[in-house]
Protein backbone atom coordinates (compact mmCIF):
# COMPACT_ATOMS: atom_id res chain seq x y z
CA UNK A 1 0.00 0.00 0.00
CA UNK A 2 2.81 2.55 1.05
CA UNK A 3 4.90 1.75 -2.18
CA UNK A 4 1.31 2.57 -4.51
CA UNK A 5 1.08 5.44 -2.41
CA UNK A 6 5.17 6.25 -3.04
CA UNK A 7 4.20 5.75 -6.80
CA UNK A 8 1.32 8.02 -7.33
CA UNK A 9 3.14 11.06 -5.66
CA UNK A 10 6.08 10.19 -7.32
CA UNK A 11 3.75 10.28 -10.82
CA UNK A 12 1.86 13.81 -9.61
CA UNK A 13 5.16 15.21 -9.15
CA UNK A 14 6.74 14.32 -12.62
CA UNK A 15 3.46 15.67 -14.23
CA UNK A 16 3.48 19.11 -11.99
CA UNK A 17 7.61 19.13 -12.97
CA UNK A 18 6.62 18.66 -16.63
CA UNK A 19 3.99 21.41 -16.53
CA UNK A 20 6.23 24.02 -14.91
CA UNK A 21 8.81 22.77 -17.76
CA UNK A 22 5.97 23.15 -20.38
CA UNK A 23 4.95 25.97 -19.44
CA UNK A 24 8.43 28.16 -19.23
CA UNK A 25 9.28 26.76 -22.46
CA UNK A 26 6.40 28.29 -23.84
CA UNK A 27 6.20 31.57 -22.32
CA UNK A 28 10.07 32.11 -23.43
CA UNK A 29 8.76 30.86 -26.76
CA UNK A 30 6.03 34.40 -27.43
CA UNK A 31 7.18 36.69 -28.99
CA UNK A 32 5.94 40.67 -30.39
CA UNK A 33 6.40 42.10 -33.71
CA UNK A 34 7.33 45.27 -33.77
CA UNK A 35 7.45 48.03 -37.06
CA UNK A 36 8.48 51.06 -37.52
CA UNK A 37 7.45 53.14 -40.36
CA UNK A 38 10.76 55.78 -40.28
CA UNK A 39 13.00 52.87 -40.15
CA UNK A 40 11.05 50.61 -42.79
CA UNK A 41 11.48 47.62 -40.73
CA UNK A 42 9.60 44.95 -39.05
CA UNK A 43 11.00 42.68 -36.36
CA UNK A 44 10.47 40.50 -33.62
CA UNK A 45 11.58 40.61 -29.96
CA UNK A 46 10.38 38.09 -27.06
CA UNK A 47 7.13 39.30 -25.88
CA UNK A 48 8.11 40.16 -21.60
CA UNK A 49 11.07 42.37 -22.97
CA UNK A 50 11.48 46.06 -21.82
CA UNK A 51 10.71 47.72 -25.41
CA UNK A 52 11.89 51.72 -26.19
CA UNK A 53 10.81 52.19 -29.17
CA UNK A 54 11.70 55.58 -30.44
CA UNK A 55 11.52 56.88 -34.12
CA UNK A 56 15.08 56.66 -34.49
CA UNK A 57 16.00 53.95 -32.62
CA UNK A 58 14.78 51.12 -30.83
CA UNK A 59 16.59 49.85 -27.73
CA UNK A 60 15.20 46.67 -25.67
CA UNK A 61 16.40 44.57 -22.97
CA UNK A 62 15.26 41.36 -20.81
CA UNK A 63 13.78 41.72 -17.94
CA UNK A 64 16.94 39.78 -16.15
CA UNK A 65 19.12 42.34 -18.86
CA UNK A 66 21.40 39.85 -19.84
CA UNK A 67 20.29 40.23 -22.84
CA UNK A 68 19.33 42.42 -25.12
CA UNK A 69 19.03 44.75 -28.34
CA UNK A 70 19.52 48.19 -30.32
CA UNK A 71 18.30 49.54 -34.06
CA UNK A 72 19.18 52.57 -35.23
CA UNK A 73 20.09 54.68 -38.53
CA UNK A 74 24.40 54.95 -38.69
CA UNK A 75 25.22 58.49 -38.89
CA UNK A 76 25.48 60.13 -42.63
CA UNK A 77 28.64 60.33 -43.74
CA UNK A 78 30.07 57.33 -42.27
CA UNK A 79 30.74 54.87 -44.43
CA UNK A 80 28.45 51.82 -43.91
CA UNK A 81 31.49 49.26 -42.94
CA UNK A 82 32.48 51.56 -40.09
CA UNK A 83 29.19 51.16 -38.15
CA UNK A 84 31.19 49.77 -35.01
CA UNK A 85 31.85 53.62 -34.24
CA UNK A 86 28.35 54.60 -33.98
CA UNK A 87 27.69 52.06 -31.90
CA UNK A 88 30.30 52.88 -29.63
CA UNK A 89 28.39 56.18 -29.61
CA UNK A 90 25.61 54.95 -27.98
CA UNK A 91 26.59 52.07 -25.76
CA UNK A 92 29.82 53.24 -23.71
CA UNK A 93 32.46 50.55 -24.75
CA UNK A 94 36.09 50.35 -22.92
CA UNK A 95 37.25 47.60 -25.20
CA UNK A 96 35.40 46.48 -28.06
CA UNK A 97 36.67 43.74 -30.69
CA UNK A 98 35.14 42.40 -33.41
CA UNK A 99 36.20 38.55 -34.34
CA UNK A 100 34.16 38.42 -37.62
CA UNK A 101 33.50 41.27 -39.60
CA UNK A 102 31.45 42.21 -42.42
CA UNK A 103 30.57 38.91 -44.11
CA UNK A 104 27.89 39.09 -46.84
CA UNK A 105 24.25 37.35 -45.72
CA UNK A 106 20.56 37.86 -46.91
CA UNK A 107 18.29 38.10 -44.70
CA UNK A 108 14.59 37.53 -45.96
CA UNK A 109 15.90 39.12 -49.18
CA UNK A 110 17.45 41.83 -47.56
CA UNK A 111 21.09 42.49 -48.55
CA UNK A 112 23.25 42.90 -44.84
CA UNK A 113 26.87 42.47 -43.44
CA UNK A 114 27.07 40.19 -40.61
CA UNK A 115 29.68 40.62 -37.75
CA UNK A 116 30.51 39.12 -34.36
CA UNK A 117 32.29 40.47 -31.50
CA UNK A 118 32.35 40.79 -27.35
CA UNK A 119 33.57 43.59 -25.58
CA UNK A 120 33.55 45.48 -21.93
CA UNK A 121 31.16 48.16 -21.68
CA UNK A 122 31.30 50.13 -19.09
CA UNK A 123 27.46 50.99 -19.16
CA UNK A 124 26.23 47.13 -18.15
CA UNK A 125 29.89 46.66 -15.92
CA UNK A 126 30.27 43.35 -17.66
CA UNK A 127 31.93 42.03 -20.58
CA UNK A 128 29.32 41.24 -23.62
CA UNK A 129 29.16 39.29 -26.60
CA UNK A 130 27.78 40.74 -29.35
CA UNK A 131 26.07 40.24 -32.98
CA UNK A 132 25.66 42.87 -35.47
CA UNK A 133 23.72 42.90 -38.89
CA UNK A 134 24.21 46.26 -41.26
CA UNK A 135 21.24 46.24 -43.47
CA UNK A 136 22.55 47.56 -46.43
CA UNK A 137 20.76 50.10 -48.29
CA UNK A 138 22.18 53.06 -50.30
CA UNK A 139 19.87 55.78 -48.86
CA UNK A 140 18.44 54.36 -45.43
CA UNK A 141 21.04 51.69 -44.20
CA UNK A 142 20.64 50.09 -40.86
CA UNK A 143 22.47 48.79 -37.61
CA UNK A 144 20.99 45.89 -35.53
CA UNK A 145 23.33 45.03 -32.52
CA UNK A 146 22.41 42.07 -30.58
CA UNK A 147 23.71 41.67 -27.28
CA UNK A 148 24.23 39.46 -24.19
CA UNK A 149 26.49 39.12 -21.16
CA UNK A 150 29.99 36.72 -22.18
CA UNK A 151 29.06 34.41 -19.59
CA UNK A 152 25.54 33.54 -20.79
CA UNK A 153 26.40 33.70 -24.49
CA UNK A 154 25.14 29.26 -24.69
CA UNK A 155 21.75 30.12 -23.07
CA UNK A 156 21.42 33.18 -25.35
CA UNK A 157 22.41 33.07 -28.26
CA UNK A 158 19.52 31.16 -29.86
CA UNK A 159 17.43 34.04 -28.99
CA UNK A 160 19.75 36.88 -30.42
CA UNK A 161 20.01 35.41 -33.82
CA UNK A 162 16.56 34.92 -33.90
CA UNK A 163 16.12 38.27 -33.42
CA UNK A 164 18.29 39.16 -36.03
CA UNK A 165 16.88 36.63 -38.62
CA UNK A 166 13.32 38.21 -38.15
CA UNK A 167 13.87 41.56 -39.97
CA UNK A 168 11.95 42.31 -43.05
CA UNK A 169 11.17 45.11 -44.92
CA UNK A 170 7.53 46.83 -44.46
CA UNK A 171 6.03 46.97 -47.79
CA UNK A 172 5.70 49.87 -50.29
CA UNK A 173 1.91 50.67 -48.87
CA UNK A 174 3.54 51.34 -45.53
CA UNK A 175 5.72 53.92 -46.44
CA UNK A 176 5.44 57.49 -46.13
Not at 6 to 17: D, G, K, P, T, Y
Request: proline share 2%.
Amino acid sequence: MINVKRSRFVLVILIFIQFVITNSVHSQDEWQVYSTEYLNISFSLPADWSVDLQQDEVFAVSKENLIGFLLFRPSTGIAIEDYALDIKKRIAFEQFDLFIKNEEIKINNINALASEGSGYAAEFDEQLYFFIITIKDSEKPLVAFTFCVADDLIRNEKTMKEILLSFSKLTLGSQK
